[in-house]
């Protein structure tokens, strides 16, 4: 069992689609251990990105991670960082396979819908900005 991070990101949840993502994960074995929303602030999105902190990209970003709000939750199942990132897709849409979250729901690769954790490593890291041990049922 693994448990990874999972953000729902502002165009997603301004289409007012969060449950029917929930539902990619509910559906394929996915369990959800927390979940809040939440407004990120720029420090927020700063230091949850800071990987990204030389790209070009960065400041739209942030900025995009900071527009609205967001859905953080932890998921946990068999093999769950590698099954998340198989149902989000390609972080580019139009290269996303059809039937993944991003190909249904993400417009271009900034406003793409949702994050993943990478590895199994990045996911305790991550899932730890946003929760606490006992905030994980
Ligand atoms: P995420 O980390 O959000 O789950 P990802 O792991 O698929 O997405 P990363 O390479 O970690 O992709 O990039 C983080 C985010 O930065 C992407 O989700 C995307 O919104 C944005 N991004 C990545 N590459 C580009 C790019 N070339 N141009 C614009 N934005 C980009
Ligand atoms: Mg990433």
Same mark, same amino acid.
């Given at each position: 069992m693994e448990k990874t991070l999972s953000i729902i990101k502002p165009d997603a949840v301004a289409k007012n689609v969060i449950g029917k993502i929930i539902d990619r994960f509910e559906s394929n074995g996915l369990r959800i251990? @927390?979940?809040?929303?939440?407004?990120?602030?720029?420090? +927020? *999105?700063?230091? =949850?990105? $800071? #990987?990204?902190?030389?790209?070009p990209f960065f400041g739209e970003l942030v900025s =995009?991670?900071? /527009?609205?709000? !967001? !859905?953080?939750?932890? #998921?946990?199942?068999?093999n769950a960082v590698?099954? +998340?990132?198989?149902?989000?897709? @390609?972080? &580019?849409?139009?290269?996303?396979?059809?039937?993944? #979250?991003?190909? $249904? =729901? @993400? $417009? /271009?690769?900034? *406003? &793409?819908? !949702?994050?993943? /954790? $990478? /590895?199994?490593?990045n996911a305790k890291t991550e899932i730890g900005i946003f929760f606490t041990d006992s905030e994980l049922l």
């Open positions: 251990c @927390a979940m809040k929303k939440i407004q990120l602030t720029q420090e +927020n *999105a700063e230091n =949850f990105y $800071d #990987i990204h902190r030389e790209r =995009f991670m900071t /527009s609205g709000p !967001v !859905v953080v939750m932890a #998921i946990e199942g068999e590698l099954k +998340n990132r198989d149902l989000m897709g @390609a972080t &580019n849409p139009k290269e996303a396979e059809a039937g993944t #979250i991003r190909a $249904d =729901f @993400a $417009d /271009s690769i900034d *406003a &793409n819908a !949702v994050h993943g /954790s $990478d /590895s199994l490593e």
